[in-house]
Structures are given as C-alpha cells and as structure tokens.
C-alpha cells in the first residue's frame, strides 16, 4: 500500500471511529492560541486520552470533527515509514473533507518523534499560516532540545504529563475531601486505605482503571516497551541485555548517589561498557522519561557537577515491578513519591550532605531564590532515628539560614520548635493533597 493510500485509510477511519471516554486531566490547553502545542511524558502515562480530552472539547464548542483529525504516527498500520506521509498529510486530508483553506483545522499528531525531521515540517507549515492548529506529543524529552527549540522558538508551548497523582487517583475514585479537616476526619480511614493501593499501584492510568487486573505484568510490559522501543529501537544501542541490566540496576537503586565511575565498577566484568557508554546510557533513561538524576546542592556549578547524583524512577508501581528489593524498603518508595511530586510542580530539585555526610532528601529552590527543605522518614517512632532526622533537617537549615524545614513520615501530623527552628511533620498522604490541592498540575 502507497503512502497516500496508508493515510487514507487511518484518517477515515477516524473520521468514522467514535471518541473514547476520558477521565479529564487538569493541564490547561488555550486552544486558540496559535502556538503549536507538544505534550510530553512517559508511554502510556495518558498523553493520547489528553489529546482525546482537547478533541472532545472542540466538538462540544461546535467545530466540526471534519475539520479535526487524530492520528497515532507509532500506528503499525502506518509502517513502514517512508519519510514523505507528514508532507502529503494536509492534502490528503483536505481531499478527503473538502474544505477551503480558509476553514481552520485541527491536527493532533500523536508520537511524532517517529518521523525523522518533523520539526522542520511544522516550522514550514506555522510560518505558512495554513490556518491549522497543531498539538502533538512525544515519549521523549528529544522535544525539549537546544537544536528543536530554537528551530520553533517562540512557536511553541510544552505540557508535561506523568501518571496519575494521589490527588487525581482520587478524584478518578470520586472520592471527595475537605482539605482543612481530613487530618481529624473519620474519612482519613478511607482516604488512607486508598493511599495504600495507590502505593503499591502507583500512578500509570491503565493500571489504575482496570485494577483487578495483573498490574505488575503490565507494568513490566510498560518497561519492555520504553526500554526497546523507546531507546533500544530509537538510539540503536549495540547491546540491549548490558543496556537493560544498567536500567534494572538503576530502577532498583532508587534515591542511591551514585557516580558514572561507580557504576563502571559495578559493571566492570562488561569490558565494553565504558564510562562514556554508562554517561550515554543514562541519558537515554532520562530522556525516555523512565529515570531522572538530582544533583547534590553547591554554589558552584564545578563541585556539584563532580558530585555523586541520585536517581529516581517515574513512577513507584514500576518500580517494586521490575525490582522486587522495595518489599522492605518503603522509605525508598515515599521518596521517589515526593520526588515526582515536586517534579510535577516544575520546582528546581537537589539534595544536600554536609561534611559529616548528614543529609537532607530534597532542597526545592524557588524562582524567587527560596529555599525549602524536606527530609523523608518513614518511621520516626524510636526516639534515636528522630533525634537523627532532625539534627539533620536542622544542620541543612542553619547552612541556608532559613528558619523550617519540613519532615515527610508515615503517620504524623505535628509541628515542633527545635534549637529555635520549626520543624514540621506530615503523613506523606497528607502533604501530597496539601501540595497538589494548592497547585494542582
């Protein structure tokens, strides 16, 4: 089949295809707006139900779905990719719905990181002002990049979707809450036995929607899936079995410094994994979306570059499903919770050590320059790993002069006064409702 008939046939056959339902997302969308607008995140985190959410969302605004197309370019029945369906596609369609090129259309372009020069094309197409609406989406943070960014400057606008937060899970869940009285509320039973499937689950919507059914195959499937098809597939890597035994190890050492000479050691009985290779490879976890690196805080760029860094995982189901070694270590788990949930925030994320190797989880620097400390501790029940928590929290407060810090447990809600610092504790399902409440993204 030719590449115009290929294109035919997936455009009539969404014309003709009814919507799905959607769960709705909070990611504001200006659609009038002339901007292109990429969606980017993990696979199957929900960018496709989103683009359907926009759709639908035309429709009942009376545009026409005529004027509207949706196409999956990671579609099998669109392969082999010839490298000409994007240029052909505005006509084909036109010839397909007549239309004048004074009515406006709507083009949502799903995975469009399949084709290779898809950045030009839109350009072209943008600066032409063919009076179509672009809004595409991407499983890579390839979208993000110097060379395709400057090529759409100032023609663009990025929304970054994850999987589910415990605030969405619950609003899927219908499960409704009054933030100032849930801490003290008989519903905190409720909300609490749902944080605890929401910790074994985690956030993917698929795993959420059909829960009674295997979450953890699926979950595995969904790491096959980003390891070959998203980077094995897409970078050409030479060695998939070391490429994937690296991503395991990384995944099951969640919230570990590390280094990239630390990691050649532990790899070192594969002669072929270089230093530069493990450098490369871990950029390709990071811009699958799978993994993501925090530096240790320092005024200077140098030290902190030189620095050991931490990983985490995009999400904490995926996690205990392809590493079975969280069984016991749930305070593994609560920090990469945090983590991803201030990385949904967009906050600016490091994590600080003084010269005694007293530590804190997370220094959130602000636009304004503002810091914020959180440290994680699970239990904090015996009085020693207290008194060890917050001498920490407070070495790190007395380093960036401010006066609080926050520690995130299992089970408290307290607030204290300590060496003339406030320290404050929050169960960790309650921080994320008081945080996601606030600035729900």
Known sequence: MDTRAKLKTAIVEWQESAL???????????MDL???????????????YFMYQLISDLLMHGVPKSSVLYLNLDDDRLQPIQGDELSQLIDTFRELYASSDDQKLYFFLDEIQNFPLWEKWLK?????????????????????????SSRLTGR???????????????????????????????KKIEIKRIFNEYLVR???????????????TLLQSYFDDIIYRDIVSRHGVRNPKIFKELALFCVSNIAKPHTYNSLKRLFSDYQSLSTDAIIRYLSYLEDAFLLFSVNHYDTSLKRQIQKPKKLYCIDHGMMQAVSFRFSN?????????????????????????????????????SRDDSIRLIQVSVDISDPMTREREKRGLISAMNYFEIGEGIIITSD???????????????????????????SYI
């Open 329 to 365: 270590d749930i305070g593994r788990i609560f920090e990469n919770i945090v983590y991803i949930a201030l990385l949904r925030q967009g906050k600016e994320i490091y994590y600080w050590q003084d010269e005694k190797g007293v530590e804190v989880d997370f220094v959130i620097k």
């Open 34 to 48: 002339p901007h292109i607008h990429d969606i980017i995140g993990v696979r199957r985190c929900g960018k496709t």
């Open 202 to 216: 985690g956030g993917f919507p698929e795993v959420i929607i059909y829960p009674a059914g295997d979450h953890i």
């Open 124 to 148: 072209g197409i943008y600066d032409k002002r063919k009076n179509i609406k672009f809004v595409i989406s991407g499983s890579n943070a390839s979208l993000l990049s110097e060379d395709i």
């Open 20 to 30: 799905p339902f959607v769960h709705i997302r909070n990611r504001p969308i200006q």
């Open 412 to 438: 408290i809600l307290d607030e204290e006064i300590f060496q003339d610092r406030k320290i404050t504790y929050f169960p960790l399902w309650f921080w994320l409702l008081t945080e996601e409440s606030e």
């Open 156 to 186: 663009h606008i990025t929304t970054r979707m994850f999987p589910f937060s415990f605030f969405e899970f619950l609003k899927y869940k219908n499960i409704s809450f009054d933030l100032k009285t849930i801490a003290y509320s008989d």
